[in-house]
C-alpha cells in the first residue's frame, strides 16, 4: 500500500551541487507532478506530466528538469542547487489528467525537505 | 490577485465547537473543488471532494455556493486531532493543473 514515495526525505546541498529527487508511485497514476511549499505562499507547481514521455512546466520551473520515461517514475532534478530553491517539495499523481474539466484529487508524497547552504 | 483565496486564520476553537471557514476562487470554470488537510509541513491528505453543491463527511461539511464563487467548510464537534491547515483547491485552472489556497490554519483548545 505504498501510493507515492519520494526519496530522499531530508537533504543538505552546498550552492552549486546537482541532486535528484525521486518519486515513484504504484497506482498506475496517469498524471504526476512537483510541488514546493515555502512559508505563507502555499503550494507551488513545478512541473508536471500527464503520461510516460510527456512533460510540461508549471508555475514555478526555472532551474528544475523532470523526465517522465516510465509511468511510475517521475524525478525532479536540480541543475545547480541556489538558496532560493530551499523549501519543502511534494509529489503527487492522479488516475487521469487533473485540472480543468477533471474531478480527480491529487495524492501527495510526504515531501522532500531540502536546504540549500 | 490569487485564483484560490483562503483566510489565513488561524481560528482558534474550544474543543467541542463549530468551526467554519471560506474559501474564495475566481475562475467561475471551476467545476470540482477539494478540501485537503495539511499537519505541520507533512504532505496534504485529501479531506473531501466536491462537485456538486455540497459534500458531507462525519462531522466535516462542505458547502458551495457557485453564484458567490465561493465553497465553505464546517467542522463540527471540533477535536483537538483537527487542529491542522486546510487547503482549499479548485480545477479551474487550465488543464494539467489544480489551482491551491494558501490554506487556513484551525487550532482546538482544550
Known amino acids: 500500500n505504498a501510493g507515492v514515495t519520494q526519496t530522499p526525505k531530508f537533504q543538505v546541498l552546498k550552492t552549486g551541487q546537482s541532486m535528484t529527487l525521486q518519486c515513484a508511485q504504484d497506482?498506475?497514476?496517469?498524471?504526476m507532478s512537483w510541488y514546493r511549499q515555502d512559508p505563507g505562499m502555499g503550494l507551488r507547481l513545478i512541473h508536471y506530466s500527464v503520461g510516460a514521455g510527456i512533460t510540461d512546466q508549471g508555475e514555478v520551473p526555472n532551474g528544475y528538469n523532470v523526465s517522465r520515461s516510465t509511468t511510475e517514475d517521475f524525478p525532479l532534478r536540480l541543475l545547480s542547487a541556489a538558496p532560493s530553491q530551499t523549501s519543502v517539495y511534494f509529489c503527487a499523481s492522479s488516475s487521469t489528467r487533473t485540472g480543468k474539466y477533471s474531478n480527480q484529487p491529487q495524492h501527495f508524497g510526504d515531501g522532500t525537505r531540502l536546504s540549500i547552504l | 490577485r490569487k485564483e484560490v483565496e483562503q483566510d489565513p486564520g488561524p481560528f482558534n476553537v474550544p474543543e467541542g465547537a463549530t468551526v467554519a471557514f471560506n474559501c474564495t476562487y475566481s475562475?467561475?470554470?471551476?467545476?470540482?473543488f477539494f478540501w485537503y488537510r495539511q499537519d505541520c509541513r507533512k504532505e496534504p491528505k485529501l479531506l473531501m471532494s466536491v462537485y456538486s453543491s455540497g459534500n458531507e463527511d462525519g462531522r466535516f461539511t462542505a458547502q458551495l455556493n457557485r453564484a458567490s464563487q465561493y465553497i465553505s467548510l464546517l467542522i463540527r464537534d471540533s477535536k483537538l486531532s483537527d487542529s491542522a491547515t486546510y487547503l482549499c483547491v479548485g480545477n479551474g485552472g487550465s488543464w494539467g493543473k489544480l489551482q491551491f489556497g494558501a490554506g487556513t490554519q484551525v487550532v482546538v483548545t482544550p
Open positions: 497506482m498506475n497514476h496517469e498524471y
Open positions: 475562475n467561475s470554470a471551476s467545476q470540482s
